[in-house]
């Protein structure tokens, strides 16, 4: 499955390109709870929701004093910017 151009918004792609990306990105997606993903990475690691509006990713003891940090991000920017700003870490 091919994805739209990366300059696309994230709203304009369907669900199972979004899954494709993610997986292309290594997440691992939750089998109970399909709307939840999990992306492991050297320094960091996080949890990712696939909300109705947005993406919610939620760094785990990332912050200061190891606590988590939770961030949202509209479907209306491109999967590009998605992808800088959530694979880029905290």
């Keep these: 499955m091919s994805l739209l151009p990366s300059e696309t918004p994230l709203y304009n792609h369907s669900l199972p390109q979004i899954e ?3 997986k292309d990105q290594g997440c691992q997606q939750d089998e109970t709870q ?3 993903w999990y992306i492991l ?5 996080a949890e990712l929701w696939l909300d109705i509006e947005q993406i919610t990713v939620r760094y785990t003891q990332s912050g200061e004093n190891r606590q ?6 509209k479907y209306s920017l491109s999967r590009e910017d998605i992808e800088q700003a ?5």
Excluded: A
């Design 86 to 90: 959530v694979f880029s870490g905290p």
């Design 41 to 45: 990475r050297p320094n960091w690691e």
């Design 68 to 73: 988590d940090i939770q961030r949202s991000f």
């Design 34 to 36: 399909l709307h939840c």
């Design 20 to 22: 494709q990306w993610l």
